[in-house]
Nanobody
């Protein structure tokens, strides 16, 4: 079971760190990722990481501003978000893929957290 936290309200240019706890420790050997869904839009890929943190990938819209990481000992996934913009406002979801590899395709994820809301005010 994945549980995302850390969302909130922040001014443009600020930072937030999201966390995703894997309480049942079922995803430690899986690729994981963050997705987001803004009002009226489809859920979109944000960042992904492979099972041991050796490889990461980002959407073009967050590259250079966001950093995905994981602590396998704590069974926790993170998303450090810097230089936030109003267009980053969305509900952010963490997810675990079926594979241990780096996965960026939404349909290849089969476990999802409940989402945490990030609001960036300009």
């Amino acid at each position: 079971q994945l549980q995302a936290s850390g969302g909130g309200w922040v001014q443009a240019g600020g930072s937030l760190r999201l966390s995703c706890a894997d309480s049942r420790r079922t995803s430690s050997n899986n690729g994981m990722g963050w997705f987001r869904q803004a009002p009226g839009k489809e859920r979109e890929f944000v960042a992904a990481i492979d099972w041991n943190g050796g490889r990461t990938d980002y959407s073009d819209s967050v590259k250079g501003r966001f950093t995905i990481s994981r602590d396998r000992a704590k069974n926790t996934l993170y998303l450090q978000m810097n230089s936030l913009k109003s267009e980053d406002t969305a509900v952010y979801y963490c997810a675990a893929a079926r594979s241990s590899y780096l996965v960026t395709t939404r349909s290849l994820y089969n476990k999802w957290g409940q989402g945490t809301l990030v609001t960036v005010s300009s």
